[in-house]
């Protein structure tokens, strides 16, 4: 990273416990305005509680998390909601994508929470493109598959232009080809915006994209080191 250029987010000495339990401590890494950081790190060891705590879904134990001078751990509940509506693109594991409503409703979702429905229909179609799923918009998730549901999240994560990006296992649901093209428009995306672009992965593939590999431990985060089943 340029030292010279104020990180997008910081994260200091940061510790998440469960119980009497320690998941990691003494988490600390910087991340760069437009810079991809694969985090690597066994099975086991936080990766997506590490992920989940930089989006302020959960709360850690001890240490900061500053984004663009922000410091999440002042935010109450709702303030964390509003920060997440307006900065934040979360690629889910799981998808969490929202049964009821169709593919482009669900992708156009960020933009509604903002009150962006001007720019909603060219933006939703021109991302569903871009992932692979034009024409698709007036399908239900129920009539798609599991690489189709997280193309649908991956859509839906930087349709409003997220100035920080998490994604957790982006590319485990998709084949060589697709995962491939979806690395490419995340880095893409993420550098048109000045985006910090985080990645949890298991995939030796996608931590090769990153500008940065760092690796997850119980007692802190190393530079270097590959993926680890």
Known sequence: MDTATPPAIAVQGLAKHYADSSVFRAVSFDVAPGEFVAIVGESGVGKSTLLNCLAGLDH????????????????????????????????????????????????????????RQREATARVDEMLEAVGLGGLGARL??????????????????????????????????????????LDLLTSQARAAGAALVLATHSREAALRADRVLQLRADGMAAGGAPVA
Do not use: Y
């Open 60 to 115: 850690w134990d001890a240490g900061r998390i500053v984004h663009e001078g922000i410091e999440l751990g002042t935010l109450d509940d709702d303030q964390r909601a509003l920060w997440r509506r307006a900065h934040l693109g979360f690629v889910f594991q799981a998808f969490h994508v929202l049964p009821h409503l169709d593919v482009a409703q669900n992708v156009a979702l960020p933009l509604m929470l903002l009150g």
């Open 141 to 182: 998730p129920q009539q798609l598959s599991g690489g189709q549901l997280q193309r649908v999240a991956i859509a839906r994560a930087l349709v409003h232009r997220p100035r920080l990006l998490l994604a957790d296992e982006p590319t485990g649901n998709l084949d060589p080809s697709t995962a491939t093209r979806i």
